[in-house]
């Protein structure tokens, strides 16, 4: 399942023991098996232990942290807001993901058969209905609404293993 979500994911973050794998055999052994076309940032893990850099290709961006000591982290994050179109500089807004704007498009056909069917047809229980399918959509970007399916969405964005 974890191999069938990477393919819907927007980034892939493969992390590697610098300490355990100075060769970055994993990243060797697995990297063919990543989806094309899917965006991987290879993180290589304990360099606190002065382990020896390991000589990796094949990645989009290497960057080197400690988990323990936060080193690298702050690179880390300034990474990841470029990835997610973050640009402090200009407005300080982060772009929509894909299933924000999905959900807001959603909402947006909801309330606007609601609106129908409250000036069309005065059909109060449907109109009670769109306004609920409407809710549950703004739900999903705000976190007021929990689903399976919108979990499936969520973590099938990410990929969280060894």
């Excluded at 060797?28 to 382990?51: F, H, M, Q, Y």
């Excluded at 772009?95 to 056909?109: D, G, K, M, N």
Aim: a negative charge; aromatic letters at 4%.
């Amino acid at each position: 399942r974890a191999r069938a979500a990477l393919t819907q994911s927007d980034r892939v973050l493969f992390v590697i023991d610098a300490a355990a794998d100075p060769q970055a055999l994993a990243w060797s052994e697995e990297r063919n098996c990543l989806p094309s076309g899917v965006p991987v940032t290879l993180l290589v893990n304990k360099i606190d232990l002065n382990a020896p850099a390991a000589t990796v290709t094949g990645a989009d961006h290497v960057i080197a942290v400690s988990a323990r000591t936060g080193e690298g982290l702050p690179a880390l994050r300034e990474h990841l807001k470029a990835c997610m179109g973050y640009d402090s500089a200009e407005t300080g807004l982060v772009s929509a993901r894909a299933r924000h704007v999905e959900a807001l498009q959603r909402a947006e056909r909801h309330a606007e058969r609601a609106f129908e069917q409250l000036t069309q047809s005065r059909a109060g229980e449907l109109v009670a209905e769109e306004l609920r399918l409407a809710q549950g959509a703004l739900g999903e970007i705000t976190g007021e609404f929990h689903s399976d399916d919108l979990l499936g969405r969520i973590f099938g964005s990410f990929c969280i293993g060894k």
